[in-house]
């Protein structure tokens, strides 16, 4: 009999993340929590990610009102989160304090599995949050972060399973954010981790190059307990498989699955009305469910290229897409080979994007590639040539210890700062992720003419 095989439901994170950027709400998830929780998922990806931005941003939901929410509702499956480190749900490193706090919180409230990653793979980024989690009773999945080049080995990626192993991981993710994982490749990583580590291994991939089926069935293959999966209404394309034609397919080839395929159909039928309601009013650009099997050429995520898309047509630059996408494989490279995840895969597109438009590589420079050039987000994979460095930060001396070592305590003082407003912990560190969006949302909350406009009246007085 072959083994079984289980799976993690992404429709409420990744895969709306992917193809809607975020933006749908609780509404739209409630009718189906229960049937979710009941059709034998090992886990719901439920937060973190972009989901927590987005609620602030975009939604006027409290983000922590949404996991309890859904942990109301969700009584038997475990739920799952993305965390990106030490950037937490951000771009940027915060302080111990406020990564300890956060995190504490996110398990009091429902989270039981952190997938934790850091977007250079730099474990030393890692080691608060996993420690954290532990203490907090969480379970930790440590996360590498697939990528090529040339010292993007396999030998590499095993290193760094054995050493979040040694850090307190529970299970392993390969997380495949770009989906460029081969099915070859995907074979000998798993195999190659599985004889090096006695952790459960979990694959994460997209289909954006057309090739994730065939990956997750090479990986399976090799020993891999879990992938990562979305129901088929915001499947494929820059999302990931669907789970009803893995779980069906693998059902028929021997494997144990647990999944209810037709409760999984019921729950296809309500979010196939929802991804019909975003199509009709343009939130889901027909872009995201192409195959671009440029993306094995460029390594460029899904959501990135959604992203340049965007930021093109604002410009009135579309015609210039092409450009921008060669430019980004020569910036990555410039850079040292940061995987392209969040947040430098924004920053990477952002700066081809600057590259390309501005006629002069590297005339102009965003504040966040001077910051991951001064060592301010870890240690890139392979050194920064001097020449680039020179080109980008002049004569400054980038920094070798742990960013976040620079980075005093910061959440005394943040309590003071949104005092005005804030009615829970929960409500402080929303604050202290994202300042603005925060203060916005907690102000609308507490006070009804927050955001009201201050009018002048000029009166004048006729004296007689």
């Known amino acids: 009999m072959a083994n079984k095989i289980q799976f993690m439901e992404t429709i409420l994170r990744d895969g709306q993340q992917s193809q809607i950027a975020t933006r749908m709400p609780i509404d739209d998830m409630l009718p189906m929590l229960e049937d979710l929780d009941a059709a034998g998922y090992y886990a719901l990806e439920v937060w973190g990610g972009a989901t927590f931005d987005s609620c602030l941003r975009y939604l006027n939901e409290d983000p922590w009102e949404r996991l309890r929410t859904i942990r109301a509702h969700v009584k038997n499956t475990k739920l799952q989160m993305l965390l990106r480190g030490q950037n937490l749900l951000g771009y940027r490193n915060y302080a111990d304090d406020i990564v300890r706090a956060f995190v504490k919180k996110s398990i009091e409230n429902g989270i039981d599995v952190l997938r934790i990653f850091d977007a250079l793979n730099d474990t030393r980024n890692l080691t608060t949050s996993i420690k954290a989690a532990k203490d907090a009773g969480g379970e930790v999945q440590a996360a590498i972060c697939y990528t090529t080049s040339d010292v993007h080995t396999i030998r590499y990626f ?28 995907a074979y000998d990583l798993v195999r190659e981790i599985k004889q090096a580590c006695d952790l459960p291994i979990q694959l994460h991939t997209h289909g954006t190059a057309g090739i994730a089926q065939m990956t997750y069935l090479k990986a399976i293959e090799a020993g891999a307990d879990i992938i990562d999966t979305c129901l088929s209404p915001f499947a494929e394309g820059t999302s990931q498989p669907a789970t009803e034609s893995m779980a069906i397919s693998l059902s028929r080839m021997g494997y144990e699955i647990d999944l209810d395929v037709d409760k999984l159909d019921h729950i296809a039928e309500h979010f196939a009305h929802v991804r019909d309601r975003f199509i009709a009013e343009g ?3 027909p872009k995201v469910l192409e195959v671009e099997p440029k993306a094995l050429l460029y390594k460029v995520p899904g959501g990135m290229l959604s992203n340049l898309i965007s930021n093109l047509e604002e410009l009135g630059a579309s015609d210039r897409y092409n450009e921008v996408l060669a430019e980004v494989p020569r910036v990555r490279a410039d850079l040292g080979y940061p995987p392209l995840v969040t947040p430098l895969s924004q920053m990477v597109g952002t700066q081809a994007l600057m590259n390309v438009l501005s ?15 001064r060592g301010m987000y870890g240690r890139p994979p392979v050194k920064i040539r001097h020449e680039i460095q020179e080109l ?54 507490e006070d009804p003419f927050y955001d009201v406009p201050v009018q002048e009246v000029e009166v004048s007085i006729d004296v007689a």
Do not use: H, W
């Open 359 to 373: 006629g002069e590589r590297y005339s102009v420079v965003p504040k966040e590639i001077k910051d991951y050039v």
């Open 392 to 445: 980008i930060i002049g004569e400054e001396k980038p920094i070798t210890c742990r960013p976040a070592d620079l980075i005093l305590p910061q959440l005394g003082e943040l309590r003071k700062e949104i005092a005005c407003y804030a009615r829970s912990e929960e409500d402080v560190l929303s604050y202290a992720l994202f300042p603005e969006q925060a203060r916005d949302f907690l102000g609308r909350r």
């Open 158 to 185: 095993v290193s760094l399973a054995t050493e979040m192993e040694r850090a307190g991981a529970d299970s392993i993710a390969i997380k495949d954010m770009a989906g460029v994982l081969t099915p070859d490749v």
């Open 283 to 285: 939130g889901l650009n």
